[in-house]
T-cell receptor, first 112, second 111 residues
Framework: EAQVTQNPRYLITVTGKKLTVTCSQN?????MSWYRQDPGLGLRQIYY???????DKGDVPEGYKVSRKEKRNFPLILESPSPNQTSLYFC???????????FGQGTRLTVV | QKEVEQDPGPLSVPEGAIVSLNCTYS??????FMWYRQYSRKGPELLMY????GNKEDGRFTAQVDKSSKYISLFIRDSQPSDSATYLC???????????FGTGTRLQVFP
C-alpha cells in the first residue's frame, strides 16, 4: 500500500529536549516536505527536499532541521524545542511540487 | 499580503445544497491548482487538480480557475454530510519549488 508514515503520532516534550519526528514514504517520490498546521494559519511549509542531499527552507524554517540521506526518509529535527513549536505536523511526498502530494497521518507535538 | 487567501469559514449548509469555496492568489506565475480535503484528525488528500485556466468536473465536484482574476473555486453539488471537512486550496508555478496552501475552509453539511 502506497503511504507516508510518520512517527510518533503524539508527542509531549519539555522545552529544550531535542526530538526527531520520522517520515518515510514507499512511493519512490523525489519531493518531500514538512508542514505545520496551526488554527487560522493553515499549512505552512517548514522545509522541503527535491531529492537526496537536496534540502531547502520553506516559509517557517526557524528552529527546525531536516536531512535527506535516503530517498524514502525525511526526518524533522527540533534541536531545542520551544512552546511556540507546539503544533500539528505533516510530512508529505510527491514526484514534484506540481503533482499530487501524499500526506502522513500527522504528528501532534506539545512542548511544555 | 498572503500569496493565497482563503476564507476560513466555518460554512454550514443543509444536505443537498450547492457549496462554493474560493481562493484568491497574487502570484501570476501559478499554473497548477489543487483542492485538498482534510477530515478531522487526518492528513489532507487530493480532491481536484487543474492545470492553467478552465473547469474540471469529477462527479459532484467542479473546480474552476480564472487566471485573469487570480481566483479559483470549488463547487460541490448535492452536498452530503460526508462532505463535512476542511477544504484547502493549493497552488504552485514554474517560478517556485513550493506548494502554497490556503488556510482552509471548514465545511459542515447537516442532515
Amino acid at each position: 500500500e502506497a503511504q507516508v508514515t510518520q512517527n510518533p503520532r503524539y508527542l509531549i516534550t519539555v522545552t529544550g529536549k531535542k526530538l526527531t519526528v520520522t517520515c518515510s514514504q514507499n512511493m519512490n517520490h523525489e519531493y518531500m516536505s514538512w508542514y505545520r498546521q496551526d488554527p487560522g494559519l493553515g499549512l505552512r511549509q517548514i522545509y522541503y527536499s527535491m531529492n537526496v542531499e537536496v534540502t531547502d527552507k520553506g516559509d517557517v524554517p526557524e528552529g527546525y532541521k531536516v536531512s535527506r540521506k535516503e530517498k524514502r526518509n525525511f526526518p524533522l529535527i527540533l534541536e531545542s524545542p520551544s512552546p511556540n513549536q507546539t503544533s500539528l505536523y505533516f510530512c508529505a511526498s510527491s514526484f514534484g511540487p506540481n503533482t499530487e502530494a501524499f500526506f502522513g497521518q500527522g504528528t501532534r507535538l506539545t512542548v511544555v | 499580503q498572503k500569496e493565497v487567501e482563503q476564507d476560513p469559514g466555518p460554512l454550514s449548509v443543509p444536505e443537498g445544497a450547492i457549496v462554493s469555496l474560493n481562493c484568491t492568489y497574487s502570484n501570476s506565475a501559478f499554473q497548477y491548482f489543487m483542492w485538498y480535503r482534510q477530515y478531522s484528525r487526518k492528513g489532507p488528500e487530493l480532491l481536484m487538480y487543474t492545470y492553467s485556466s478552465g473547469n474540471k468536473e469529477d462527479g459532484r465536484f467542479t473546480a474552476q480557475v480564472d487566471k485573469s482574476s487570480k481566483y479559483i473555486s470549488l463547487f460541490i453539488r448535492d452536498s452530503q454530510p460526508s462532505d463535512s471537512a476542511t477544504y484547502l486550496c493549493a497552488m504552485t508555478g514554474s517560478n517556485t519549488d513550493k506548494l502554497i496552501f490556503g488556510t482552509g475552509t471548514r465545511l459542515q453539511v447537516f442532515p
